[in-house]
Each structure stands twice: as structure tokens, then as C-alpha cells.
């Protein structure tokens, strides 16, 4: 009998540790207003530093557009928000830029946006994912519940530059998943290509990395306690944040582009997206040295000419 005891103690003692140890990680990766992060763990503050005097000169550029708010209404209700800048001149093109896990659309394609719209002439759409920024939402979609969010802001931008619009999406990290999900669905016509900057294959595979790589733990049982509380909260379950399933649907022309670096999403993710992709029109660059969303600042003229020949073959 003492015997038993003690194992039905450890049983409990288990299945209390378990249960803490799930509700940390929904705490750190679901909800909206979360303390915890993995992110961008271990930088020192002198690379903080260097990010908020970044961070300043996206803001003072963004400034000194003529940039409009736009508000949506998303599928099951919440009020979407996004920043639209038109080109200087009239154009046709538009680059819907999606950001990626905690972030935002100044954080992940700062750098990036006098080269859309100055040098490449294109109207630019900064979206807040769902549960960022000014969009509503109290939890983190993980690229599912977002890319209908997507197919929205696509409507609202063929809307408002009419039938001849030639649309582009570009995502990065969970940016990515989310526009290789919305490929994999019916788009309209004016939908002409899919840039995706380090995506991962899929939600279950991209946590399963993170709890061994950062944490030296299995991921059962924690995943699916997590996944339970994911689907009573937030309405969905992991599996259905599925890139590479979604790739193997579309036709769409793909830019696949990932840093050899990457220690957040790593990089066989990419070959694995690729591989998975049934479009015939698709092209895969690894970007040398480069860290977890850091493939454009690594190597920007390489980035710059895959993307410009990407978007003249398809405009």
C-alpha cells in the first residue's frame, strides 16, 4: 500500500507539473497580452539599442508618407486595421506586407519599404495582424485565422484599384505562413504572386523545434493540453496552421526565401515548404549568414534582385 501511494503521488505530482508547465507555454505563445516571449531572447543591450534607433527612422520615414488608415471588418467580427501608402505615382501594383509572431509591420519590413515604393513604384498595405497593433483580437492566429484576414485586405485592395489590380503578398515568419495558407485557397485573379521570407511548415513542427531547442524538453504532453486550451479560447487547433499542406494546393508563382542562420525557424524548413509547393512556377533563395527574419539587411542586393525579377516576371 505505501508503495502505491507514492506512485499515486508522483502521478499527481506529474500530472500538477504538466498542467503548470502547459498553461506557461499557452501563456507565452496565445494570448495577445503576454509578459513572456522566446523571441528575439538573449540579444544585449547594445543590439536593443541599435533596433530602437531602427525602429526611429522607420517611424520618421512612415511619417513623411501620405499614408491613410484603413479599417475592415475580419470573418467573425473583429475590427482589422492597416496603414495604405500609395506610390507616388499611379500604379496598378500593390504589395500587401503581412508581419510575422509579436511584431509589426514597421519591425519587419521597415527597410524594406522606400524599395517597394520608391524604387519599385509600388501602393504598399501594412496590415496589424489580428491581436496586434490597432487590429482587435485578444489571441495570436498563427497564420490560420489570419490568412482569412488576408483574403480580406486582398478584396478591400482589388476594390479600391478596381479589376486591373496586380497584387502581391509578402510575408515573413509567421507573415510567411500566413500568405503560403491564403495561397492554398481560391484567390482572385488579380492575386500574381506569393513572396514568403522564412516560414515555417507548419504550426505543430515549429513548436515541437522551439520546446527542444529553447527549452530541452518533449513536447508531449504539453502540446496537447496547449492545443485544447488553444481551440476553447481562441478557436482554432494547431493542425490547422498547416503552410505546407496549403502549398500543395496552390498554382500560384512562389519566392521562397530563408537565412542559413536561422535559429528560430530553421532553415530545412524552407526545402520542405519548397518541395511541398505544387506550383510549377516556384524558386527557393538561402540567403548566406543570415538570422531569423534578417535575410534583407544580411544581403540586400541579393534579396533586392531576387524580388525585382519575381515581380517583373508576374506584374
Given at each position: 500500500?505505501?508503495?502505491?501511494?507514492?506512485?499515486?503521488?508522483?502521478?499527481?505530482?506529474?500530472?500538477?507539473?504538466?498542467?503548470?508547465?502547459?498553461?506557461?507555454?499557452?501563456?507565452?505563445?496565445?494570448?495577445?497580452?503576454?509578459?513572456?516571449?522566446?523571441?528575439?531572447?538573449?540579444?544585449?543591450?547594445?543590439?536593443?539599442?541599435?533596433?530602437?534607433?531602427?525602429?526611429?527612422?522607420?517611424?520618421?520615414?512612415?511619417?513623411?508618407?501620405?499614408?491613410?488608415?484603413?479599417?475592415?471588418?475580419?470573418?467573425?467580427?473583429?475590427?482589422?486595421?492597416?496603414?495604405?501608402?500609395?506610390?507616388?505615382?499611379?500604379?496598378?501594383?500593390?504589395?500587401?506586407?503581412?508581419?510575422?509572431?509579436?511584431?509589426?509591420?514597421?519591425?519587419?519590413?521597415?527597410?524594406?519599404?522606400?524599395?517597394?515604393?520608391?524604387?519599385?513604384?509600388?501602393?504598399?498595405?501594412?496590415?496589424?495582424?489580428?491581436?496586434?497593433?490597432?487590429?482587435?483580437?485578444?489571441?495570436?492566429?498563427?497564420?490560420?485565422?489570419?490568412?482569412?484576414?488576408?483574403?480580406?485586405?486582398?478584396?478591400?485592395?482589388?476594390?479600391?484599384?478596381?479589376?486591373?489590380?496586380?497584387?502581391?503578398?509578402?510575408?515573413?515568419?509567421?507573415?510567411?505562413?500566413?500568405?503560403?495558407?491564403?495561397?492554398g485557397d481560391p484567390l482572385p485573379k488579380q492575386?500574381?504572386?506569393?513572396?514568403?521570407?522564412?516560414?515555417?511548415?507548419?504550426?505543430?513542427?515549429?513548436?515541437?523545434?522551439?520546446?527542444?531547442?529553447?527549452?530541452?524538453?518533449?513536447?508531449?504532453?504539453?502540446?496537447?493540453?496547449?492545443?485544447?486550451?488553444?481551440?476553447?479560447?481562441?478557436?482554432?487547433?494547431?493542425?490547422?496552421?498547416?503552410?505546407?499542406?496549403?502549398?500543395?494546393?496552390?498554382?500560384?508563382?512562389?519566392?521562397?526565401?530563408?537565412?542559413?542562420?536561422?535559429?528560430?525557424?530553421?532553415?530545412?524548413?524552407?526545402?520542405?515548404?519548397?518541395?511541398?509547393?505544387?506550383?510549377?512556377?516556384?524558386?527557393?533563395?538561402?540567403?548566406?549568414?543570415?538570422?531569423?527574419?534578417?535575410?534583407?539587411?544580411?544581403?540586400?542586393?541579393?534579396?533586392?534582385?531576387?524580388?525585382?525579377?519575381?515581380?517583373?516576371?508576374?506584374?
Amino acid at each position: 500500500m505505501h508503495a502505491f501511494q507514492k506512485a499515486l503521488a508522483a502521478a499527481a505530482g506529474l500530472a500538477g507539473a504538466t498542467m503548470l508547465g502547459s498553461r506557461y507555454f499557452y501563456e507565452l505563445a496565445i494570448p495577445r497580452r503576454s509578459k513572456l516571449t522566446i523571441h528575439g531572447r538573449g540579444q544585449s543591450p547594445e543590439q536593443k539599442a541599435a533596433q530602437r534607433k531602427r525602429m526611429e527612422g522607420f517611424e520618421r520615414w512612415m511619417a513623411e508618407q501620405p499614408a491613410e488608415d484603413l479599417w475592415a471588418a475580419s470573418f467573425d467580427g473583429l475590427r482589422l486595421h492597416a496603414k495604405y501608402i500609395p506610390a507616388d505615382e499611379p500604379t496598378d501594383r500593390v504589395m500587401i506586407l503581412v508581419h510575422g509572431y509579436r511584431s509589426s509591420p514597421l519591425n519587419d519590413f521597415g527597410e524594406m519599404l522606400p524599395f517597394y515604393r520608391d524604387r519599385m513604384g509600388m501602393n504598399l498595405l501594412l496590415p496589424d495582424d489580428r491581436g496586434h497593433g490597432q487590429s482587435e483580437g485578444g489571441y495570436i492566429g498563427f497564420g490560420w485565422q489570419d490568412h482569412f484576414d488576408v483574403e480580406t485586405w486582398i478584396d478591400v485592395m482589388v476594390g479600391r484599384i478596381g479589376p486591373s489590380a496586380s497584387v502581391f503578398l509578402h510575408g515573413v515568419s509567421m507573415g510567411a505562413a500566413t500568405v503560403m495558407i491564403t495561397a492554398g485557397d481560391p484567390l482572385p485573379k488579380q492575386v500574381r504572386g506569393v513572396i514568403e521570407d522564412c516560414g515555417y511548415t507548419s504550426l505543430v513542427e515549429e513548436l515541437t523545434y522551439c520546446m527542444h531547442h529553447y527549452y530541452h524538453l518533449p513536447v508531449q504532453p504539453f502540446l496537447a493540453e496547449i492545443d485544447l486550451c488553444t481551440k476553447r479560447d481562441a478557436g482554432y487547433r494547431f493542425e490547422d496552421c498547416d503552410p505546407a499542406a496549403a502549398l500543395r494546393k496552390t498554382s500560384l508563382p512562389f519566392l521562397m526565401i530563408h537565412g542559413d542562420d536561422d535559429h528560430f525557424v530553421p532553415s530545412f524548413m524552407l526545402d520542405r515548404n519548397y518541395d511541398a509547393c505544387a506550383s510549377a512556377d516556384k524558386r527557393k533563395v538561402l540567403i548566406r549568414g543570415a538570422d531569423h527574419a534578417l535575410a534583407y539587411v544580411t544581403d540586400r542586393a541579393l534579396y533586392e534582385q531576387e524580388v525585382s525579377a519575381f515581380i517583373g516576371a508576374h506584374a
